[in-house]
C-alpha cells in the first residue's frame, strides 16, 4: 500500500515570508496533482505533475517533481493570506487517487 | 455550469443510527468518489462509482456502502454509525472511467456521530 507523507504537517508563517511544503512516496508516482482546500470547502487541483524533475509555476506558487519521481515540493514566494489552507498531494494510482494528510499552512497579515 | 453539490451540509446523528448522504456530480461526468476527511487524517478513498457500478471500494467495513442512479449521481449509506464515523465526507466526480483523472469535489457534508 502506498503511503504519501507530507511535511511539515503544520506552518505559520508571516504575510511576505517564503515557504516550501514537501511530500514524499514509499513508491513511484503515477503522476502527482497538488490541492488546496480551504476551510468548509472541497480540495481545488491545482496542478499535475508527470515527469521526473518537472517543474511547473502558477503566479507564486512552483511545484517541483523529483527526478526518481518519488518526491515532491511546492515552494511559495512572498506568502499571502489568501494563499492559507490545507495542502494536499495526490498520486493518481490504478482507480483511486491516493492522499496524503496535508500541511496546514496558515499564514498571518 | 453547477460544480458537485452535496447534501446535507451537516447532519448529526447518534451511535447506531444511519446516515446517508448525496452527490450530484458535474454534468456530463460519470465517474463518482466518495471520501472520508477525518480530523488530522487526510482523505481516505471509499468507493467509486462509474456507469452505475462500483468500480472500487477503499478499506471501510461493509457498514459502509453506496449506489449509484441513472442520472449518475450517488449516495452514501453509512449504517450503526459509530463515534469515529464523525468527518467531513467529500464527493468528487470525474469524466470517463480511466482511474482518477481530475476530481472535482463538492464541499462536503459533515457528519457528527453523538
Known amino acids: 500500500t502506498q503511503l504519501l507523507e507530507q511535511s511539515p504537517q503544520f506552518l505559520s508563517i508571516q504575510e511576505g515570508e517564503n515557504l516550501t511544503v514537501y511530500c514524499n512516496s514509499s513508491?513511484?508516482?503515477?503522476?502527482l496533482q497538488w490541492y488546496r482546500q480551504e476551510p468548509g470547502e472541497g480540495p481545488v487541483l491545482l496542478v499535475t505533475?508527470?515527469?521526473?524533475?518537472e517543474v511547473k509555476k502558477l503566479k507564486r506558487l512552483t511545484f517541483q517533481f523529483g527526478d526518481a519521481r518519488k518526491d515532491s515540493s511546492l515552494h511559495i514566494t512572498a506568502a499571502q493570506p489568501g494563499d492559507t489552507g490545507l495542502y494536499l498531494c495526490?498520486?493518481?494510482?490504478?482507480?483511486?487517487?491516493?492522499f496524503g494528510q496535508g500541511t496546514r499552512l496558515t499564514i498571518n497579515p | 455550469e453547477a460544480g458537485v453539490t452535496q447534501s446535507p451540509t451537516h447532519l448529526i446523528k447518534t451511535r447506531g443510527q444511519q446516515a446517508t448522504l448525496r452527490c450530484s456530480p458535474i454534468?456530463?461526468?460519470?465517474?463518482v468518489y466518495w471520501y472520508q476527511q477525518a480530523l488530522g487524517l487526510g482523505l481516505q478513498f471509499l468507493l467509486w462509482y462509474d456507469e452505475g457500478e462500483e468500480r472500487n471500494r477503499g478499506n471501510f467495513p461493509p457498514r459502509f456502502s453506496g449506489r449509484q442512479f441513472p442520472n449518475y449521481s450517488s449516495e452514501l449509506n453509512v449504517n450503526a454509525l459509530e463515534l469515529e464515523d464523525s468527518a467531513l465526507y467529500l464527493c468528487?466526480?470525474?469524466?470517463?472511467?480511466?482511474?482518477?483523472?481530475?476530481?472535482?469535489f463538492g464541499a462536503g457534508s459533515r457528519l457528527t456521530v453523538l
Open positions: 495526490a498520486d493518481e494510482g490504478a482507480q483511486k487517487l491516493v
Open positions: 454534468s456530463g461526468h460519470t465517474s
Open positions: 505533475v508527470v515527469t521526473g524533475g
Open positions: 513508491s513511484v508516482f503515477s503522476s
Open positions: 468528487a466526480s470525474s469524466f470517463g472511467n480511466s482511474g482518477a483523472n481530475v476530481l472535482t
